[in-house]
């Protein structure tokens, strides 16, 4: 998206919703796919402030996945102990403590 200088963003991307709303947009770090902000700001100074702290987030390697944690523990357990090589006796064990 073009500034008043015409220049673009380094790094992501500010738009107008048509409820005069701000979005942002991001690459993923990790997949580098785009990932829409979270949330929809108010002003275009709002949204750009929020993309500035993304970034600073990402090179500071303290940016976190906002769809992490969105398994229940119980749908992971169940995945887990289903795709591990045990032995029955550490199965049961493992589920009763899981329960």
Do not use: C, H
């Not at 976190?64 to 523990?73: F, T």
């Not at 169940?78 to 589920?95: C, N, V």
């Amino acid at each position: 998206m073009a500034n008043a200088k015409r220049k673009r963003r380094r790094f992501g991307s500010v738009r107008q919703l048509p409820s005069g709303r701000w979005q942002i947009r991001y690459p993923d770090p990790v997949t580098g796919l785009t990932r829409k902000g979270e949330e929809t700001y108010p002003t275009k100074t709002d949204a750009e402030v929020a993309l500035t702290l993304i970034e600073a987030d990402i090179k500071r390697d303290k940016w976190a996945d906002p769809d992490a944690g969105k398994v229940k523990l119980a749908d992971f357990a169940a995945a887990w102990l289903r795709d591990r090589k045990l032995e029955e006796s550490t199965r049961e064990r493992y589920a009763i403590t899981l329960r």
